[in-house]
């Protein structure tokens, strides 16, 4: 590895990790926007509380804007930190479902296994991008 990759990654060649970072922001802040204006509804539809869906809704629009950060200037260390945070969120997720935590409906189940696997697939593909990229430099 180059030196110039611990600093920033250059963006001509960011091949597949840039849009794996700007993708996850997108669908973080859409899930955001969309449980806090309504909490309510989705909360019933699913089986969780509004003011959880609230919290998360909060957390993602926070989330959004920090890897909507690194993908403007890719950083090892940081691109790493949301590989890793994305990979801990899958496994929260897939725990919370299996263990029905907070009564979800069916619905609710399956809609937390489906993020989980959206949020999977976009870590890995953040994964295949650092290391094309590290290959690259």
Do not use: H, K
Not at 7 to 24: H, W, Y
Not at 26 to 36: F, I, K, M
Not at 91 to 96: E, M
């Amino acid at each position: 590895m180059s030196a110039s990759y611990a600093n920033a990654v250059p963006t001509q060649r960011s091949g597949l990790l840039r849009p794996a970072l700007v993708a996850d922001a997108v669908v973080s802040a859409a899930n955001g926007v969309a449980y806090l204006a309504a909490a309510g509804p989705i909360g019933d539809a699913l089986g969780l509380s509004s003011g959880l869906l609230r919290g998360v809704g909060a957390f993602f629009l926070v989330w959004a804007v920090c890897v909507a950060l690194v993908a403007r200037t890719p950083r090892r260390g940081a691109v790493t930190a949301v590989i890793v945070l994305n990979a801990v969120w899958v496994v929260d997720s897939l725990v919370v479902a299996a263990a029905g935590w907070g009564d979800p409906t069916t619905a609710g189940t399956v809609w937390i296994v489906l993020q989980a696997l959206a949020v999977a697939g976009l870590a890995a593909a953040q994964a295949v991008g650092r290391r094309e990229l590290e290959g690259a430099v």
